[in-house]
């Protein structure tokens, strides 16, 4: 006897995703885009966490609105939560406790393991909507306290900067992947020891290819590290083959 189980009102979406309040375009290759993934997902937004109370002031009074919205995505039955800002790391534990699933709160989860990958005399780079905004709380979310590191920001770069931090709902993408670049080859120039990138923002995964191709360098994003768990809730079995 095959027994089907529900539970739930909907099925079949393995992540969920918490986005911030935001209104600014969202490409393939975003967070936010659902033909980003090869897989459903299933969004949830928390009103109000737009990226100044997220990014610039870290908020500590978001922390129970991002907490109740993960307990609505395990309640709709997904199996592991993501979110749409690298800097909510800073929630990561107390997410993560509020769970029985797995949190991904951001991509600076993936530091830890990319600093194992790679020689003793290299560093992970790290890309960054605004790196005056990041800080040891952040690390420490991330477990990335005692990693070797190198951080390049784009407070300087406009376009990226007007759209993704101060919310233009219009986006030149050529000038966009452009400052993308020069931030990539920036990073690379100031710190020539860097062996693998790692995006803290998830809306830089569209540019993750072109990035690649200027610095020729390994790029982790939110879209690496959401695509690693999925894997994880969706395993088949392996074709039996005899030689």
């Not at 309040?21 to 090869?38: C, E, I, L, Q, W």
Request: net charge negative; glycine share 8%.
């Amino acid at each position: 006897m095959a027994l089907a189980y529900g539970g739930t009102t909907n099925q079949g979406q393995p992540i969920g995703i918490l986005m911030l309040d935001t209104k600014f375009p969202r490409v393939p290759g975003d967070v936010g885009n659902a033909f980003t993934f090869d897989f459903p997902v299933r969004f949830q937004t928390v009103i109000g966490a737009n990226p100044t109370r997220v990014v610039k002031e870290a908020d500590p009074s978001l922390l129970q609105p991002f907490i109740e919205g993960a307990q609505a995505l395990e309640a709709a039955g997904c199996g592991a939560i993501t979110t749409s800002c690298g800097f909510l790391v800073m929630f990561q534990k107390e997410m993560a406790e509020s769970v029985s699933i797995p949190v991904l709160s951001s991509s600076l989860l993936q530091v830890p393991h990319v600093a194992r990958m790679l020689g003793p005399k290299q560093k992970v780079g790290i890309l960054t909507a605004r790196a005056s905004s990041l800080t040891e709380r952040h690390f420490r979310g991330a477990g990335m306290e005692n990693c070797d590191i190198a951080i390049q920001g784009m407070e300087g770069f406009s376009e990226f900067s007007n759209t993704f931090i101060e919310g233009s709902q219009t986006m030149d993408l050529a000038i966009a992947e452009a400052e993308m670049i020069q931030a990539a080859k920036q990073l690379v120039e100031n710190h020539p020891d860097v062996g693998a990138i790692v995006m803290e923002c998830t809306n830089m995964p569209p540019f993750a290819w072109a990035v690649q191709q200027a610095v020729k360098l390994p790029v982790f994003d939110i879209v690496t590290l959401v695509r690693y768990a999925a894997l994880s809730l969706m395993r088949g079995p392996f074709a039996a083959k005899c030689l």
